[in-house]
């Protein structure tokens, strides 16, 4: 055999690899902002029933499932691209956006995709922080535009933090931008959202309005269908038919598609089940900061536990005692709120902690 090193590209070496949160038997799972409940036996028995044709491969363009989202969102369906996961649709916007010399702005910290995709597009992220409050510094970013700009991220609700924008500052963010941008609004929490009067918009309705933005959502948080890849974006045809172009073909399996089918029927069932965990959110909330915990508001199903240096430690043994939590060196936890036997079982642990760190 020859030994000579592979070419692959250099700038990609110091590319980290995804590390999602690992977990044991018996350990709780709060790491990945996933529902704690298994599929409802309608969304089991259209799996079950989708399973008998994947000797198939399945339709290439989503079509019932996209005519089911249209109808459901009063868009056109060419205004809606069916993905393998919202993260899919995150990294095609970057693919069908730019390229080497092009810039992808967003929020720091964010989705952990948004750099990562940008670097693998040979883009250069362009990363603004948070403001004091773990929000979206939507006047900063405004700021940071160029002409090199190419696409913008806003994560609202924003993962890990879990904080939102008001909505005058994401309409005059969204006035600010020149309308050649795609700003992309990643809503993939958005069934848990609970606006307060100042934090209420409709993606849908703003739109309308800024022909340049995308929405993005997930059947993986409220619909509770993590495990089978769906995501959508709604967005301008014009941006839709690129994305159409550059989707990996059958990467939505029939399984995937038969599911989010069943679960947009079950939506007023799904749903129900997200008041429960903001029900939960705001217990498990008042008891951290009742615990000496800094936790800023959550319009997500997570919780942002902002440790600074002791986030690292803090998961570790959260771990160890059972409770698999997502660390952020240097910066916070992220902690799933399900429901109130899992809530409890990490907030025991994190009174625990307390008493001797806080
Ligand atoms: N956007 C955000 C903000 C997320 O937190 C996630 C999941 N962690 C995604 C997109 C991707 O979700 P999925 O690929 O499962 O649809």
Known sequence: MVDVALRIRPDLDDLPVYVPGKTFPGAVKLASNEVSEGPLPSVLSAITEAAIGVNRYPDNGMVDLTAAL?????VTEDEIQ???GSVILCQNLITVTSGPGDEVLFGWRSFETYPLATR???????????????TYDLRAMAQTITDR????????ANNPTGTVVTADDLRAFLRSVPPHIVVALDEAYFEYFRPSPEQAYDALELRREFRNLVILRTFSKA??????????????PQVIEALNKVHVPFSVSTIAQRAALASLSATDELLARTDAVVE????????????GYPVPDSQANFVWLALGERAT????LSTEA???????????VRVTVTNPAENDVFLAFAERWSQQNL
């Open 70 to 74: 249209a109808k459901k969102l009063r």
């Open 82 to 84: 069916v993905g393998c």
């Open 120 to 134: 693998v597009a040979g883009a250069t992220p362009v990363m603004v922080p948070l403001t004091v409050d773990h």
């Open 149 to 156: 700009t190419r696409l913008i991220f806003i994560c609202n």
């Open 223 to 236: 619909y509770g269908l993590a495990g089978l890849r769906v995501g959508y974006a709604v967005g301008d």
């Open 280 to 291: 939960e959110r705001g217990r498990v909330t008042a008891r951290l900061r009742q615990l």
């Open 313 to 316: 430690d803090f998961a570790a």
């Open 322 to 332: 059972g409770v698999v939590i997502r660390p952020f060196a240097g910066d916070g």
